[in-house]
């Protein structure tokens, strides 16, 4: 098992990514840590974890509070010992598919804010035990939004891009003490469409312009290479391979898991 014996936090983890990589973090054999805003949410992947015979245990936590986070990684390292893979896969809820002429300055900064701080807030909290015990891996999650162009993606684009060279940088900083970091940057994902916050950004993005979501999905499905977009499972198996002992020598990286809509 790619993750046995890890001890691995996901915050956001009742989230669409958060709890598809749980169920395979689990599979994989971690001892899960699961943090979140929405109990019922984090109950609900709870119950996926334990349903593949894992440990997990879950906590209320707000990922932008650094004294909240901090307190749950102290007591993470108090009952487990150790934190050997640190997830965040906090999601915002967000205005995109507007011109700038129609976004509010607080539409523009709210992703990005949201995403930078809550991306420093954990990892700040987890490189501490991290770095002590001189090994680990935090991984951030981007979107196409980096690389991409266009009407409606300022706010987005801004916060993706900003996240990606954070985590370039936090690499450089821990690798000497052996912490890895990688950012995994997926599509829009279809499957992703059930989960309250995402199905009605998207249902937003569509109706902005003038069309319906599923002929919005179908569109960015012509976009790619493959001709399909990137599913949660797919998501979720990569999450572990980057977190294991497998890719020990990867570090500073940005991974396009967007069914080749971006080339590199």
């Known amino acids: 098992m790619l993750l046995e014996h890890k001890v691995a936090v996901i915050h956001g983890g ?3 990514i958060g709890g598809a990589a749980a169920r395979v973090f689990a599979r994989e054999g971690a001892r899960l840590y699961l943090a979140g805003r929405s109990l019922p949410r984090l109950e609900a992947a709870a119950t996926a974890v334990r349903a593949e015979g894992a440990d997990v245990a879950i906590a209320v936590v707000d990922a932008m509070d650094q004294a909240a986070v901090d307190r749950h990684v102290d007591e993470v390292v108090a009952a487990a010992g150790r934190i050997d893979v640190a997830l965040n896969a906090v999601g915002f809820d967000h205005v995109q598919g ?31 035990p991290m770095i002590a015990q001189r090994g680990g891996v935090i991984l951030t999650i981007s979107t196409p939004g980096a690389r991409l162009t266009g009407r409606g993606l300022i706010g987005n684009a801004a916060q993706s891009a900003g996240l990606e060279g954070f985590s370039r940088a936090l690499a450089g900083e821990l690798g000497p003490d052996g912490v890895r970091v990688v950012c995994v940057r997926p599509h829009a994902m279809s499957d992703a469409v059930a989960t309250s916050y ?19 999905l179908t569109g960015l499905e012509g976009m790619t290479m493959l001709g399909r977009l990137p599913t949660l499972d797919e998501i979720a198996e990569y999450l572990a391979f980057a977190a294991s002992d497998r890719a020990r020598s990867m570090t500073g990286a940005i991974a396009n898991l967007s069914a080749g809509a971006l080339v590199d």
């Open 98 to 128: 507007l011109p700038i002429a129609e976004t509010s300055l607080d539409d523009y900064l709210h992703p990005v804010v949201g995403y930078l701080q809550t991306n420093f807030v954990t990892a700040k909290a987890v490189s501490r």
């Open 14 to 16: 009742g989230g669409s």
């Open 198 to 216: 995402t199905g009605e950004m998207f249902g937003r993005i569509a109706a902005a312009g003038g069309i319906p979501m599923e002929d919005w």
